[in-house]
Structures are given as structure tokens and as C-alpha cells.
């Protein structure tokens, strides 16, 4: 509910210099909700059948998918304030692995109860930073004029 506020608050901090942030458009929010939840309703289809097949890695199939699907959802969050909904996706498709583990470290934990209140607000520094760090190291590369300092 307040991911954008924690965002804005790392960027504050550790990333003074960058100009505000977008809105993100009310379409671009409903589009990536919609595909969200498409891809969430898929994935737990394909969970529920991996569960009965290997009941005894339930919960590792359960910690890899919520990581899977929390790293996506962070991370297009914390780009698309910056470089919009196209490159949010682009960036989380060619730093998927990376961002698939920040999932599954955040997803771990949320097993824990009353830990489990603090992951959000976690998680939302953590993909900020996360975001900030894959595109800084992009920036040269590909002569972006996007540079966190």
C-alpha cells in the first residue's frame, strides 16, 4: 500500500540527485495488474499439480514461485516510477535471475509470522536498490542518459 512512499524514501537517501519520479498512467497500472494476475492464477495452477507430484519440496516449490512472482511485481513497481511499464519489462527480462532470487530471499521469510509484516516495506527498498543498481551498470553500455549520482 505504500511501496511507492518506501521507494521514494531510499531514493531520497541514497539517491539524491535523481529528478522525481513519474506517475505511473492509471492504463499502464491496469495493464500490469491484469497480466499480474494472469501470470499469478497460471502459476499456481502449474503449483498445485508440482505439489501433488512432490509433496515433500512443497515448500520450496511454494518459497521459488512467491519468489518468482514477488520479484516481478517489486521489481516492475520500482522501475516503472523511473523508466516506465516497456522497459520495466525489458529490464526485468534480462535481469530475471537476479531478480527471481531477491524474490525468493524476500518470500522465505514471509513464512515467518509477524516478520512477516516488516518484508513489504523490505522488499520495496530492496528492489529499489536493486532496480538502481541494474540500471546504473547498463547505463554506460548503452549510452542511457540515466545515471543515479
Do not use: C
Not at 523511473?82 to 513464512?111: C, D, F, Q, Y
Amino acid at each position: 500500500m505504500f511501496l511507492d512512499e518506501v521507494a521514494q524514501a531510499v531514493e531520497d537517501r541514497h539517491y539524491p540527485n535523481l529528478p522525481p519520479a513519474q506517475n505511473v498512467p492509471f492504463a499502464d497500472a491496469v495493464v500490469d495488474t491484469i497480466n499480474f494476475l494472469g501470470v499469478l492464477i497460471g502459476a499456481n495452477i502449474l503449483a498445485l499439480i508440482l505439489y501433488v507430484m512432490f509433496a515433500p519440496a512443497a515448500p520450496f516449490i511454494f518459497w521459488g514461485l512467491n519468489g518468482f512472482l514477488l520479484g516481478r511485481e517489486y521489481f516492475t513497481l520500482a522501475a516503472m516510477r523511473r523508466v516506465g511499464r516497456a522497459r520495466a519489462k525489458e529490464l526485468r527480462r534480462t535481469h530475471n535471475g537476479t531478480i527471481w532470487l531477491a524474490g525468493a530471499l524476500m518470500a522465505i521469510p514471509l513464512s515467518v509470522p509477524l516478520v512477516n509484516l516488516l518484508i513489504p516495506i523490505i522488499g520495496a527498498a530492496t528492489f529499489t536498490h536493486i532496480f538502481h543498481a541494474v540500471t546504473a551498470a547498463q547505463a554506460p553500455d548503452q549510452g542511457s542518459s540515466y545515471r543515479p549520482d
